[in-house]
């Protein structure tokens, strides 16, 4: 058992200290709720106020830096990252419950983010000639202070896709992590912040109603860039409206998988179709959450599906073995095990599939075993929801109209797929689809981190699709002779 807590346990970040606070809340390993990782520090709201005054005051210098100059920071502060690596993979899975190689993959992925970043900079800031009669170059700057909240489900990198490229682009940033998950992007952020000048990062921890109020209430914070839920999105860009923050928002998601009559329905396939749906135990705004199957098709997927769900070993994502590991939190548990329970009781049929890997200490942790879910239709609450735990309604259709109705049928738009070997029905299924990315024959991330897709109706607000997300953290203006 390991006991020691990490150095940022129950401390916040304030130009370049790191300060303790009287009162902590325990951040529980999900796997063995009997075990504190570490504390989180309950920040008051005169430590939010002190942490935008320092970011504002870091940022009349920071911004008048070159980019080169902050590239160099970030690459430098890329290869201290890289270094530490392996020794907070464990940390990672005990906090958030993901798997080691889901854990190991997204701290890598946060060192890709810097670099990749840090690279793109130099060509994209260079100022921009218009053609015309008249000279003008489209020059860019930075906007201030930027307040960057992230939820718990996957806070690495949805932390690093943020405050990388602000603080890059010459604004500082004062940084909320989730209270069940922080530990990890603090612990990274700390080797990070050291190759910046102190006040660039910041960090607060604690009630996310009371410091999102602070944030959003004060005309230093320019811009807000928040990731979560839909509700608490809405809120924030009321409260951010009253001073016109700019905000970037990645919401909640109910991402449809359209399986057409041709589809490929092999095991690579069927793999492709679990990893889309179970992936950090569905516990992704862009995981697949709702599958339209053709009637010709159906009976056949839905037992290739129960076959792959079959072989998912759902257990402590610290043992090698585990493919699948618990859910984060006590409230999320109870929400999924809640709904799956009401599913029942409306007379679906669930289908519960999978290996527990301790069945001894199954009740020790999050933990719940993946289920496909038959006999439900458009209305039923599981296909409305966005579950957000390891369980996936099926549904059939008939005709290429009524599944793009079915799937736009949605106060939701962040992903969806086509599973087709017709790319040209494809291209045209995603040209009707209400979303900000579809795969064809996937349902993942995109592999180049500069790019990046928000959602439309309610999964989110501002639209991006190269550059890292640069441009989503400067003003441009134009400069004409």
Partial sequence: MISTYPSVSGKYLINAEWIEVKETANVINPANISEVVGEVALCTKEIVDSAISVASDS??????????????????????????????????????????????????????????????????????????????????????????????NSPLILTFKRVVPAILAGNTVVVKPA????????????????????????IVTGSGKMIGNVLCSDSRVRTIAFVGSTETGKEIMKKSGERLQKVYME????????????ANLDEEAIKRLRMGILRASGQVCSAIKRVYVHESRYEEFVKKLKKEFERVV??????PDVTMGP???????????????????????????????????????????????????????????????????????????EVVELANDSEFGLRASVWTENEKLAIQLADRLE???IFHNNHTV?????????GLKESGVSRETRHCSLELFTDSYGFAD
Wanted: net charge negative; proline share 6%.
């Fill in 251 to 262: 919401l909640g998601g109910n991402d449809p998988a359209i399986i057409l009559g041709d």
């Fill in 179 to 202: 209270t069940n998950c922080p530990l990890t992007v603090m612990t990274c952020l700390k080797v990070i912040a050291e190759y910046f000048p102190p006040g660039v990062i910041n």
């Fill in 435 to 437: 979303a900000g990315a």
């Fill in 59 to 152: 940022y009349k210098t920071w911004s008048l830096t070159s980019v080169e100059d902050r590239a160099l920071h970030m690459n430098n502060a890329a290869d201290a990252l890289a270094k530490i690596i392996e020794e907070n993979v464990t940390l990672y899975v005990r906090e958030n419950g993901k798997t080691l190689i889901e854990a190991k993959k997204d701290l890598l992925r946060c060192v890709q983010v810097m670099e990749e970043c840090a690279a793109e900079l130099i060509n994209w800031w260079k100022p921009e000639v218009l053609p015309g009669n008249q000279s003008v170059q489209v020059r860019r700057r930075p906007r201030g202070v930027t307040a960057v909240i992230t939820p718990w």
């Fill in 327 to 401: 859910l984060n939190n006590k409230a999320q548990f109870e929400y999924v095990s809640n709904l799956i329970k009401r599913t029942i009781q409306s007379g679906a049929n669930v289908i519960t599939s999978g290996i527990q890997l301790d069945p001894e200490t199954w009740g020790k942790g999050y933990y719940i075993l993946p289920s496909i879910v038959t006999g439900v239709n458009q209305d039923s609450e599981l296909v409305r929801v966005e579950q957000f735990g390891p369980v996936i309604p099926v549904l059939s259709f008939s005709d290429i109209d």
């Fill in 314 to 319: 759902v257990g402590d994502g610290i043992q």
């Fill in 446 to 454: 995109f592999s180049d981190l500069a790019l990046d897709f928000p």
